[in-house]
């Protein structure tokens, strides 16, 4: 039975031991810890989670330990994204095996593909599929932009059903609503806390990392009992650590800051580099600043 998905989802770090081979030990401590903090979903393989620095063998070692942990406790997404048609199509169809509840696809990353070969991209990998399909829209790192109109032809397209909004447009939410109706759920990306008050169902959270239960958190206190105030307070709390890994350290200084919170998951892959000692006292204090407790000072 295909589940909705609604509420925040961590778009997971990929945990590495000191010798930098995947950690799936911590990985699955990653997954049940999110998930007692109250995680309404997570998202494996992401950007966040280093996917272009991997293997075929280590993707589909994370995405069955992400499954098997879950067990069904919440949905997983799996990021199928690539540049060739064909891998999307054969990373998404593993996925469906192993479990996974739907995918989270990026369009193609270099070719800066048309509109019409856009559609035709998902029309293949939605043909090849019986799980709902996330489409990613982050022209900042894709090079390409899924505009509302796109969004509502694509919306056509059987599976193609969520959309990861991730610009700092939230007018886009309210174009993508009234032009694809019913066929299309949005979640936001950066704009998460804003992306709720212009419709959207979902954020698909890089500070949940850190904070599972604060950003959940702000989507209950809105979605599920309309307190404004309170999700408003919670946002206002997490600022700091949505700032902290909004931008170009987004994957350094969320493992840095895991790191100070006890949670040792190693340090990025190359191209990336561990986040500089100078700039550690920065993240310790934008985890002091949203109330996490740290296990170690920097």
């Known amino acids: 039975m295909t589940k909705t998905f609604r509420g925040t989802f961590t778009v997971m770090i990929t945990p590495f031991d000191r010798s930098g081979a995947i950690d799936l030990p911590a990985t699955t401590e990653m997954v049940n810890w999110q998930i007692a903090e109250g995680i309404h979903g997570l998202v494996p393989l992401g950007s966040t989670g280093e ?21 069904g406790r919440v949905p997983v997404l799996i990021g199928t994204g690539a540049e060739r048609t064909e891998d999307v199509i054969r990373y998404s169809r593993e996925a469906e095996a192993l479990g996974a509840d739907g995918v989270m696809i990026i369009p193609p990353f270099y070719s800066t593909p048309t509109e019409d070969e856009l559609f ?18 982050n022209p900042a790192t894709a090079n390409v932009d899924l505009t509302p109109r796109i969004v509502e032809r694509l919306s056509r ?63 209950s206190r ?13 946002y206002q709390q997490a600022l700091p650590v949505i700032r902290l890994v909004g931008g170009h350290r987004y994957v350094s200084a969320t493992k840095a800051a895991l790191a100070l919170m006890g949670r040792d998951v190693g340090a990025p892959r190359a191209p990336r580099l561990p986040l500089p000692e100078a700039e550690w006292p920065m993240v310790e204090a934008a985890l002091l600043a949203a109330g996490v407790r740290l296990a170690r000072a920097a």
Request: hydrophobic letters at 45%; charged letters at 25%.
């Open 51 to 71: 996917f272009l620095s991997m293997t075929d063998e280590e993707r589909h070692d994370v995405a069955k330990a992400v499954i098997d942990t879950a067990a």
């Open 157 to 219: 397209i059987d599976n193609v059903r969520y959309i990861k909004e991730s610009t700092m447009d939230v007018t886009r939410i309210r174009d993508i609503l009234e032009f694809c109706g019913d066929r299309m759920t949005v979640f936001g990306g950066i704009m998460g806390f804003e992306s709720f008050l212009a419709g959207a169902e979902g954020w698909v959270a890089v500070g949940s990392n850190l904070m599972p239960r604060e950003l959940a958190g702000i989507f």
């Open 222 to 234: 809105w979605a599920d009992h309309r307190d404004f105030d309170g999700a408003r307070a919670l």
């Open 120 to 137: 035709e991209h998902y029309r293949r990998i939605g043909e090849a599929l019986s799980i709902p399909i996330m489409i990613y829209n």
